[in-house]
């Protein structure tokens, strides 16, 4: 049954346009079969075709990304703005790389590689994953006709607020949310109560919570400063170990597309029997 008087509803939402860079903030946003419109679209690669990430270049996460109507305006600390239309002249498409799921994308051009290429000092370029190209689920964990984008795997993180805060309880120095990178946060509810979920509606949309979310080092990189530590990988394992990898939030996938806003209620529509 529903927990439809649960108090539990969505405190914050983020859109990640391109994969690694920082996010932004919206009130609400549209969810069309890939998830959360425009999140993660865009992503850099490396000569070979492979994903680059902040795993390697933490300074990625200065990259801040203004979502317009028809481009995004991409900006860095004593960078000029650069501006990416949505719409691409016509390329060759790019055989591109992500966790091994090799994914056929657009080059967004010369322009914005030299841009990106010289904030990082690394050789890179910028693709797009257009409409046409399809990119399936893990079947693993999803249906048939699930899609996701260039995030690593799922179209939605979760994360509570509860959890955090059992974190930042347990640490020196208290950390934002932005360290863990979800789309969806949600507020009143125990800490970790989203281990346990299973299905949620969050107000129009239903969705499947289907793995939980092991953690890597993205999570040590200050965001607001691209400045590595050991924590909260540290702390975590103390008490979120489970095999070999850290767990800290819920991946999802969407049952319908529509419209979430912030302050939408959240609805428990199934749980685990087993604790994970």
């Known amino acids: 049954m529903a927990e439809t008087m649960s108090g539990i509803r969505l405190s914050e939402l983020y859109v990640y346009p391109i994969k690694s860079c920082a996010g932004v903030a ?18 850099l690669v490396d000569e070979s075709g492979n994903f680059v990430s902040q795993r390697r270049h ?15 305006v991409v900006s860095a600390p004593e960078m000029p703005s650069l501006e990416v239309p949505f719409l691409l002249p016509d390329g060759k498409p790019v055989l591109t790389s992500v966790w091994g799921d090799l994914v056929e994308t657009l080059p967004a051009g010369d322009e914005a590689n030299r841009w990106f290429g010289g904030f990082l000092g690394v050789r890179c370029r910028l693709v ?6 399809v990119r399936a689920v893990d079947p693993d964990y999803g249906e048939p006709d699930d899609r996701v984008g260039l995030a690593d795997g799922f179209p939605f993180l979760l994360i509570s607020e509860g959890s ?4 930042n309880a347990r640490l020196e120095h208290a950390l934002g949310m932005d360290r863990f990178r979800p789309n969806l946060v949600v507020v009143g509810c125990e800490p970790f109560a989203e281990d346990n979920w299973r299905r949620v509606r969050i107000g129009p949309i239903t969705l499947r919570v289907v793995k939980p979310c092991a953690r890597c080092a993205i999570t040590t990189v200050d965001q607001r400063t691209g400045i590595t530590s050991k924590e909260p ?10 095999g070999t990898k850290v767990h800290f939030g819920q991946n999802l ?12 209620p959240v609805e428990v529509l199934g749980r ?4 994970p």
Do not use: C, N, Q
Not at 26 to 43: A, N, T
Not at 233 to 242: D, G, I, N, V
């Open 233 to 242: 990988l540290r702390t975590l394992a103390t008490f979120r170990k489970y």
């Open 253 to 264: 996938i969407h049952d319908e597309t529509g419209t979430l806003r912030v302050g939408d």
């Open 128 to 133: 797009h994953l257009p409409d046409w190209s």
């Open 58 to 72: 933490p300074r990625m996460a200065l990259i801040a990304v203004r979502i317009e109507h028809d481009r995004l």
């Open 272 to 275: 685990a029997s087993l604790e």
């Open 26 to 43: 919206v009130e609400e946003w549209k969810v069309d079969e890939r998830g959360l419109r425009h999140d993660r679209r865009w992503m």
């Open 164 to 167: 955090l805060a059992d974190l």
